[in-house]
């Protein structure tokens, strides 16, 4: 509707062209597996971040610690999908010569930490090494957590004090391990879910803050949020700019 001039407040058309330059450039980091980095100052703990992760997550290269939302069951997306579950799976599994996959390794791992238990609680954190992910992306953990249950013929279901719980647990075994200085986490619940991004972005960027705000002695410096698509980038950028806590970002950067 723009291109075919169909508004005449320039103010419109302005927003308009803005947001078609965006949206492509943000397609077009998909496309090549891009990944930029916006990070956002503490305005008190100058050493601590927290930032914004866009695009595809296999172009990260320089977080410590991925978050895999997963079901109740821990039952990972398959290799094809395109989920934060499924894209971790396929990153993490050893290859055969030509790219297929020859070991589960993921998985694999996912379903051993599991032993016994044909599901777990919501919330329940359990955490993997990160197989091949270590090599083509410096990943040294992944910590699996349970973020929506699932009922039959009802699908995924959650609730936004699950999905807190999740935040909260993540970072508290983060705090516990104190082995790690950086960690991603995807806007959980809002796939499978179905959770509005904003409202869990809100939640996300308020967790991340009182966590630095509670525990300025942690080793987690850099929180970061995954936003593979264009709104969510904006909704982050905003709320962030939006934080008392935080200051604007002083430095742009791939991967």
Known sequence: RIHAQEFEDPKIIIAGQWFEGEFSRLQTELERGNS????????TLPDRRLGIKTGD??????????VN?????????????????????RGG??????GSIAEDTIGRAL???????AFVAPGIVIGTDAGELLLTNNVKRLLHVACV??????????????LANCIDRVLGELQFSGRYNSVLIPLIGTGQG????AEVAQLLVDRAVGFFDSAPDTSIKEIYILAYRNAEEL?????????????????????
Request: glycine fraction near 8%.
């Open 69 to 89: 939302p997963e079901n109740t069951d821990m039952e990972m997306d398959r290799y094809f999908g395109q989920t934060v579950s499924a894209a971790i799976r």
């Open 194 to 197: 179905g959770y509005p991004v």
């Open 93 to 98: 599994a050893k290859k055969n010569a030509n």
């Open 111 to 117: 379903r051993e930490a599991l032993g016994s238990r």
């Open 57 to 66: 997550i296999l172009a990260v290269r320089d977080v410590d610690v991925w």
């Open 36 to 43: 930029r980095t916006i990070a956002f100052r503490h305005a």
């Open 235 to 255: 909704i982050l950028r905003d709320l962030m700019s939006r934080a008392q806590r935080l200051k604007p970002p002083d430095d742009l950067r791939a991967g």
């Open 149 to 162: 249950q699932g009922a039959l013929g009802q699908g995924f279901r959650t609730s936004i004090d699950v």
